[in-house]
């Protein structure tokens, strides 16, 4: 069965880089139509989409974090890998690695999260 | 400001049908398929519809949902108080590029 896992600090402090890893199994992120990604949930408030690479390395990001965020995969590790830079307070959230089947199906399969908390 | 629009909250008893709206643009809805999502509290949300209206297996037929124009609604009948949960709508934005979500609906069984 399909199941992600994202792992990373818990507590950064603003201007720092914040690296997230999603593992997953179940699956193979090189075959066709498949893809893994980020959405993020500030406490209390709505999803929001960061980021998405699919099988065939081609990734897409949110237009108003573009400049701060890097996805990258490493298909033999079953590993996506996250940065956003210059951390703020307003990126404390949970942070979830997401399934995206083909066809079109959705996110279909979500990690539990990981809450990231920007202070100094 | 999400880009998709929902009602903040939506209420029913137990054995009702409710229904929850998502309003978009040509860009977004009116041109992709709409997902809707459920989030039970202190969880993580899980796939409830996807392409407009498929359900993904184990999601019971009690949920429903349906696309026209640029809005699209999620269909809840027989409401029980496992469906206590926020309720988000997504779709793809062309204009934007972008995966968008809705504000999220939390949904009250009274």
């Known amino acids: 069965q399909i199941t992600l896992k994202e792992s990373g600090p818990t507590l950064v402090k603003p201007t720092q880089t914040l690296t997230l890893t999603c593992t997953f199994s179940?699956?193979?992120?090189?075959?066709?139509?498949?893809?893994v990604g980020w959405i993020r949930q500030p406490p209390g408030k709505a999803l929001e989409w960061l980021a998405l690479?699919?099988?065939?390395?081609?990734?897409r990001y949110s237009p108003s974090l573009k400049s701060r965020l890097t996805i990258t995969k490493d298909t033999s590790k079953n590993q996506v890998v996250l940065t956003m830079t210059n951390m703020d307070p307003v990126d404390t959230a949970t942070y979830y690695c997401?399934?995206?089947?083909?066809?079109?199906?959705?996110?279909?399969?979500w990690g539990q999260g990981t809450l990231v908390t920007v202070s100094s | 400001q999400s880009v998709l629009t929902q009602p903040p909250s939506a209420s029913g008893t137990p054995g009702q049908r409710v229904t929850i709206s998502c309003s978009g643009s040509s860009s977004n809805i009116g041109s992709n398929y709409v997902y809707w999502y459920q989030q039970l509290p202190g969880t993580a949300p899980k796939l409830l519809i996807y392409?407009?209206?498929q359900r993904p297996s184990g999601v019971p037929d009690r949920f429903s949902g349906s696309k026209s124009g640029t809005s699209a609604s999620l269909a809840i009948s027989g409401l029980r108080s496992e469906d206590e949960a926020d309720y988000y709508c997504a779709a793809w934005d062309d204009s934007l590029s972008a995966v968008v979500f809705g504000g999220g609906t939390k949904l009250t069984v009274l």
């Open positions: 179940g699956f193979s992120l090189s075959t066709s139509g498949v893809g």
């Open positions: 997401v399934h995206d089947g083909s066809n079109w199906v959705g996110f279909d399969y």
């Open positions: 392409r407009n209206n």
């Open positions: 690479i699919y099988w065939d390395g081609d990734k």
